[in-house]
Nanobody, 114 residues
């Protein structure tokens, strides 16, 4: 059974930092891409960052310069470090793992107060 366990969300003041983690288990196929999306109330889900199996990273323009994504392939875990958080970063953050198909986590809430 595939499981994506997300952690690290919570409430933080503007200017603060958070580190999200997502550990994937039960996926028997090669994991090609791991990443994070987010969805704010009333908005569509949007890309935050991705990292390939080769270590190529991509952060969305909205978080570029404040975002660091990394992965531990041995643990099938992806990390998202977000700095200088802004109220507009408030959203539910979802982990994505792309192997034989897309796998999504249940999401973790990040709330940034001004």
């Amino acid at each position: 059974q595939v499981q994506l366990v997300e952690s690290g969300g919570g409430a933080v003041q503007a200017g603060g930092s958070l580190r999200l983690s997502c550990a994937a288990s039960g996926i028997i196929f090669t994991i090609n891409v791991m990443g994070w999306y987010r969805q704010a109330p009333g908005k569509q889900r949007e890309l935050v960052a991705t990292i390939t199996s080769g270590g190529v990273t991509n952060c969305a323009n909205s978080v570029k310069g404040r975002c660091t994504i990394s992965r531990d392939s041995a643990k099938n875990t992806v990390y998202l470090q977000m700095n200088s958080l802004k109220p507009e970063d408030t959203a539910v953050y979802y982990c994505l793992v792309i192997a034989d198909r897309d796998y999504w986590g249940l999401g973790t809430q990040v709330t940034v107060s001004s």
